[in-house]
């Protein structure tokens, strides 16, 4: 018997799962997927938000300023990158200036730090390439970005290395409610609860479903991407939103924590929850609002476009509580941005109402850092050697564009959450992310995966878990 | 009589020849803008002949798992298939040099298959 | 730090022939670095025939072709790493590279001579909108799957782009039992040489569809379909859409010249060719540091990559030996009227041979047309051709003599019609 269940292995439930490992209860997530970070909390803006955007009084305004005010230790303790980098909000009508005003007032009530309204000439200072029709711009220097990917792997490892068990490819089929406790089926196995976490991102309803008579929606709302390379990296130097206009909301453009640049999203609702598709229509709305508040961005150096899917609940707030007809069964849905700030704020709540239930103390002994990989790219020479040395791995390059070693790949299949895809080895080294796209590099991590884990095979190593393989079959084995 | 359409592959131009046949032999060569384009649909209609290249399994070599083959010649276009097929069952021992023969006389055309790589 | 007089970036065709011509031309303290288990590059996955005509009268596979290179530059004991990865060049060319045996080690070159070769573009910066499973190859990698390790990467094929290895790889998986349902390029004519359009694609009833490009591709996990549509101004015509079921996708979509490396040195970089900016020596915009082969512009051909590079071998050993004259003057070559490029990008007669060899592409098909050279206004060629074409490199001859003669301000190479 578990005491807490997560169903959801993003970024709200390896949040809840690192909070909830400081006290001595058996916990377990469950996700569908072959990997943390599979759905909403893969791909989204990486940014932190400064917490002006969400209406005075909500949750989402409450957890979104306490998230961000707690990202440089977390990601301290993490050992993650994370940069405070501060974002605009760029006017470019005289008469939309109210706007900003009223996010600047917001923010205040809302606690955010540092607010102010700069004018032209300081933010063409401060930001060259702003557009030449920008008339004013509400700035936040909390802001920031991160990498979501490390941020969720990080909190999920370093809730594994406190004692929760990960299960992957382990998708909720029905819960039951039995007595005092709740049986949860997945292909793998029948798991039996006191407590479920339902952080199941754009499947928030279904789980939510499973249990209560009270029905909820959530709303798979998409964005698309483009991502452009390290070249344009520089472009800007700050998260740059458009203010709203009567044209619409416009497209946020952002470096990346590691140099990118990263334009979009749009906003479409749509039905299917895995509809990650990438439209011709978004991707040319994204390239056309890409010129409102950034002028000469160097479109051309796309390096892929990708879309994510926003768990929207239609009251636009976290829904973060116990269901009504559902004892112990705690919701945490519509976690939509700014759920990424969010999520350290939303784990510390999560993890007091199970606290509070069942009147747990901290565990002694829980650790709350964690160490990343070894990243050889920011050691001296003289580090480097003394690593190559001891592990030679480290000196073969496998990706070139992101200059990642064997060394590191290896690293990733054998840590307390391993990968096991191509796309699990690229989130967590980039390899393959860079501007050949894994062209040169993809077979030879094929290789690595197939020699380093007992189950891989050339055969069945896969880009993402499931039926997504490479290989079907032998040279002329169909002649 | 009868009517062949081919594309040069003489140089870029590309151009598009008309070949009129009877009873198997060519009566007339059109289209062409160049004596190569002549030679090239003459050869194209009566004995159009390919060098095939493929890959085959080598054991014993501590770098490569496959080496690659090609046929030494040209054979018939239309015994392509059967030299590939031919091909499926063949595995070789290292050391590999380019130019041993790996299959001979592969689809019954007289032409040997040889090694293109070397396998120490 | 260790000092080497000629350091090669690339032990491919474009390295092996300047480590050649450079011992050659009497220089004995060269190394070449190359990043994969062997030398020969991007030819040992080329297993198919059609290369060396103009270098060795012959017709040779990839593997034949570099082993011949290989071979020799074995004899003349030129020394190489391999698994030597270059992670920096600086501008006063100190070479960081790495290797699992020595680590991260530094050499100061005399003179370096990149030869890194270019990378295929990949599906990213081709802005096909759709679902990202697996099964979408750049044509390249399958290359290397097939031919190399033996493994297929996909049964039912769908191929983007008319690129020589995207026509090379339909016939491949072909022959290995795949079934290839249909090229599309974007552009109204191929990127491919007429000869691999024959043999590759009509030889087995592939269809080529001109003017078309990928507008969806369906599929989760693994691709499932491809839906095709014709284009016109740049735009997918609607109702024109074909679906394709199929489980593989291969791009052949293009090649860009790996620069990196010539960015963080701070050589000057062509936005046309996406290669250095050289002069009449294929050296670049810092002394010393030359260029060749696919680096420095993308080839058809590799005979003329081994051309190339025997020139820049020699030419880096000119530099070492101080034989360049000290050039007073610079002209530059200029290119219009369908004439995209050229290289090298500048001519210092002062250093350049009794003939230089100036290769360039057109940017349309072109048919009977004139290729033209001006010194200022004076015509000095006048070559008539039956048709020019993007997909074939094409080129002229400019002699010392006249050069000096004229003594122009520029160089200008156009097409006329007739």
């Not at chain 1, 920008?134 to 004692?163: D, K, Q, R």
């Amino acid at each position: 018997m578990y005491d807490v269940i997560i169903i959801g292995a993003g970024v709200s439930g390896s949040a809840i799962a690192r909070e909830c490992s400081r006290y001595p209860l058996k916990i377990a997530v469950l996700e569908k997927c072959e990997d943390v970070c599979c759905g909403t909390s893969k791909a989204n803006s990486a940014i932190i938000h400064a917490g002006y955007d969400a209406k005075e009084g909500t949750l989402m305004a409450k957890l979104n300023v306490e998230g961000n005010a707690m990202m440089d230790e977390l990601a301290k303790d993490l050992d993650i990158p994370f940069k405070r980098i501060g974002s605009f909000v760029v006017c470019t009508d005289e008469e939309n200036r109210d706007g900003l005003t009223t996010l600047y007032n917001r923010g205040v009530t809302n606690g955010v730090p540092g607010l102010r309204i700069v004018e032209r000439d300081e933010l063409k200072e401060m930001e060259p390439n702003i557009s030449d029709e920008a008339v004013a711009a509400l700035y936040a220097p909390s802001a920031g970005i991160v990498c979501p990917f490390e941020l969720n792997l990080a909190m999920a490892e370093n809730a594994a290395e406190n004692g929760v068990e990960f299960y992957f490819d382990s998708p909720v089929e029905e819960i039951k409610k039995i007595e005092d406790h709740y049986e949860i089926h997945t292909p793998k196995g029948i798991f039996n609860t006191k407590y479920v976490i339902n952080a199941a991102g754009v499947y928030a309803d279904t789980i939510h479903n499973m249990v209560s008579e009270d029905k909820m929606e959530i709303i798979p709302r998409k964005g698309e991407y483009y991502l452009l390379d390290k070249s344009a990296g520089k472009h800007v130097a700050h998260t740059i939103f458009q203010l709203p206009t009567k044209m619409g909301k416009g497209v946020l453009v952002t470096p990346t924590v590691h140099g990118n640049m990263l334009v979009g999203p749009t906003s479409m609702d749509i039905e299917d929850k895995e509809g990650v598709n990438t439209t011709r229509k978004g991707l040319d709305e994204v390239a056309m609002k890409s010129s409102m508040a950034v002028k000469n961005l160097p479109m051309r150096d796309v390096i892929t476009s990708f879309a994510g899917l926003r768990a929207h609940h239609p009251d636009h707030e976290f829904i973060i509580e116990e269901v009504k007809d559902a004892p112990n069964f705690i919701d945490v849905a519509g976690i939509e941005s700014p759920g990424l700030s969010s999520c350290p704020a939303i784990g510390v709540m999560v993890a007091k109402m199970i606290q509070e239930k069942t009147g747990s103390v901290e565990k002694p002994d829980f650790k709350k850092t964690r160490k990343g990989l070894i990243k050889p790219s920011e050691m001296t020479l003289e580090e480097r050697n003394e690593l190559i040395k001891k592990d030679p791995r480290y000196g073969t390059i496998i990706c070139r564009c992101e200059m990642v070693t064997e060394g590191e790949i290896v690293e990733t299949l054998h840590r307390v959450i391993p990968a096991r895809s191509l796309d699990g080895v690229k989130r967590r080294t980039r390899a393959g992310m860079g501007r050949c796209q894994a062209g040169f590099c993809s077979p030879r991590v094929m290789e690595i995966l197939s020699n380093e884990v007992s189950d891989i095979d050339m055969y069945n190593v896969s880009k993402s878990g499931g039926h997504s393989n490479f290989i079907v079959g032998n040279d002329k084995e169909d002649l | 009589m009868e009517t062949r359409e081919l594309t040069c592959i003489g140089c870029p131009m590309g151009c598009a020849l008309s070949v009129e046949m009877e009873d198997g032999k060519v009566i007339s060569v059109s289209g062409n803008t160049c004596q190569q384009g002549d030679i090239y649909a003459r050869k194209e209609v009566t004995n159009p002949t390919r060098i095939v290249t493929s890959i085959v399994p080598v054991s014993g070599s501590k770098e490569e798992i496959m080496i690659s083959v090609k046929t030494a010649h040209d054979i018939p276009k239309d015994k392509i298939f059967e030299c590939m097929k031919d091909l499926k069952s063949v595995k070789v021992q290292a050391p590999v040099h380019i130019g041993d023969v790996v299959l001979e006389n592969v689809a019954g055309t007289g032409v040997d298959v040889i090694a293109t790589k070397e396998a120490l | 730090m260790k000092k080497v007089n000629v350091v090669i970036i690339g032990g491919g065709p474009a390295g092996l022939a300047a480590a050649l011509s450079a011992k050659e031309a009497g220089e004995t303290d060269i190394l070449i670095l190359e990043r994969d288990t062997k030398l020969g590059g991007i030819l040992n996955q080329c297993i198919h025939n059609g290369f060396g005509l103009h270098t060795f009268k012959e017709e040779l596979t990839g593997p034949e072709y570099a082993s011949r290179f290989i071979e020799k530059v074995k004899e003349q004991k030129i020394p190489y790493k391999l698994n030597t990865m270059v992670m920096d060049i600086s501008s006063d060319k100190v070479v960081t590279a790495m290797n699992s045996k020595e680590g991260l080690f530094q050499i100061q070159a005399k003179a370096i001579i990149l030869a890194m070769g270019c990378r295929e573009r990949p599906r990213g910066a081709l802005n096909i909108p759709g679902y990202r499973p697996a099964g979408i190859y750049s044509a390249g990698t399958a290359q290397k799957l097939v031919n190399i390790d033996g493994l297929m990467p996909g049964k039912e094929v769908v191929i983007l782009g008319s690129g020589d290895i995207g026509l090379i790889m339909a016939r491949r998986m072909t022959l290995e039992g795949a079934k290839v349902k249909v090229v599309a390029e974007l552009m109204p004519y191929s990127g491919g040489l007429k000869r691999n359009i024959v043999q590759c694609l009509d030889d087995f009833g592939i269809p080529l569809k001109l003017s078309h490009t990928v507008v969806d591709i369906e599929g989760k996990e693994r691709v499932e379909a491809v839906t095709i549509a014709e284009v016109k101004d740049g735009k997918p015509v609607p109702g024109t859409e074909e679906r394709y079921t199929c489980d593989t996708l291969l791009l052949s979509c293009g090649l860009i010249p790996e620069n990196e490396l010539s960015n963080q040195a701070g050589i000057e970089i062509s936005p046309i060719t996406k290669g250095p900016k050289v002069n009449e020596s294929l050296e670049t915009t810092i002394d010393g540091v030359f260029a060749c082969g696919n680096v420095l512009h993308v080839h058809d051909l590799v005979d003329f990559v081994s051309q190339e590079a025997k020139q820049a071998g020699k030419n880096a050993v000119k530099y070492l030996k101080d034989q360049e004259v000290k050039a007073t003057k610079t002209i530059p070559i200029q290119t219009d009227n369908g004439v995209r490029y050229s290289v090298p990008f500048v001519v210092r007669p002062e250093d350049m041979d009794d003939l230089l060899t100036v290769r360039f592409r057109v940017g349309g098909v072109y048919k009977d047309h004139f290729i033209s050279v001006y010194l200022d206004d004076e015509r000095i060629l006048h070559k008539p051709s039956k048709i020019l074409a993007p997909g074939e490199m094409e080129q002229i001859i400019l002699t010392k003599k006249k050069l000096m003669e004229v003594d122009p301000s520029t160089i200008r190479i156009t097409l006329e019609d007739k």
